[in-house]
């Protein structure tokens, strides 16, 4: 289990912590808002990634090295595929400002059902669309049940962990707008920046 230092949940690499849900709590919704304080202590290497938020098959957050390109990305599945297969990098479901450890972001992925959208410090980084069908993929209108693992800071089986802090963690069964995602940004910064 993490520990809790001063409110964050602190994950560390050395001990392979992570926090396990029993069942798919996003399973059956048409539209979400993932939220997030997050800071690493040190990023992933080329083609890696440290895993935030899984529901595996379904719903996928995490920080990403792809090719030398730093990211929080996602990706959603209906439970027969995914919209993007490659964490948000295929179809651009990623931020888009320069990452770097030891610093306290502000993120957040919005789906309205059709169109995810990725802030970062309350800034829209980047909107795409989840019907991808079109380009060999799939259209992902509602999350499916998925499979395990099921948490967060790990992907399973001791892969992919989180190596750093998680403040406050906040998931909507709907699509927070712009200034929803700004209010919160700017209510919350003061604690961590």
């Given at each position: 289990?993490?520990?809790?230092?001063?409110?964050?949940?602190?994950?560390?690499?050395?001990?392979?912590?992570?926090?396990?849900?029993?069942?798919?709590?996003?399973?059956?919704?048409?539209?979400?808002?993932?939220?997030?304080?997050?800071?690493?202590?040190?990023?992933?290497?080329?083609?890696?990634?440290?895993q935030?938020?899984?529901?595996?098959?379904?719903?996928?957050?995490?920080?990403?090295?792809?090719?030398?390109?730093?990211?929080?990305?996602?990706?959603?599945?209906?439970?027969?595929?995914?919209?993007?297969?490659?964490?948000?990098?295929?179809?651009?479901?990623?931020?888009?400002?320069?990452?770097?450890?030891?610093?306290?972001?502000?993120?957040?992925?919005?789906?309205?059902?059709?169109?995810?959208?990725?802030y970062?410090?309350?800034?829209?980084?980047?909107?795409?669309?989840?019907l991808?069908?079109?380009?060999?993929?799939?259209?992902?209108?509602?999350?499916?049940?998925?499979t395990?693992?099921?948490?967060?800071?790990?992907?399973?089986?001791?892969?992919?962990?989180?190596?750093?802090?998680?403040?406050?963690?906040?998931m909507?069964?709907?699509?927070?707008?712009?200034?929803?995602?700004?209010?919160?940004?700017?209510?919350?910064?003061?604690?961590?920046?």
């Amino acid at each position: 289990m993490p520990r809790i230092k001063g409110g964050p949940l602190v994950f560390s690499v050395a001990t392979n912590p992570y926090i396990n849900f029993p069942t798919n709590i996003n399973s059956g919704q048409t539209a979400g808002t993932w939220e997030f304080w997050l800071k690493c202590y040190s990023l992933p290497t080329s083609g890696n990634y440290q895993q935030i938020y899984i529901q595996e098959s379904v719903a996928w957050f995490a920080l990403y090295n792809s090719s030398g390109t730093i990211a929080f990305g996602s990706d959603l599945g209906n439970g027969s595929g995914w919209f993007d297969n490659n964490g948000g990098f295929n179809t651009g479901a990623r931020s888009t400002s320069s990452i770097s450890a030891n610093v306290w972001y502000h993120v957040v992925y919005a789906w309205s059902g059709s169109t995810i959208k990725v802030y970062l410090n309350g800034n829209l980084q980047s909107a795409t669309s989840t019907l991808q069908a079109a380009n060999g993929r799939q259209n992902v209108t509602t999350i499916g049940s998925g499979t395990t693992p099921r948490g967060l800071g790990y992907r399973g089986s001791g892969t992919a962990h989180w190596n750093g802090e998680m403040g406050e963690i906040r998931m909507y069964n709907r699509e927070l707008s712009a200034s929803e995602v700004s209010i919160n940004y700017e209510s919350a910064k003061t604690q961590y920046l």
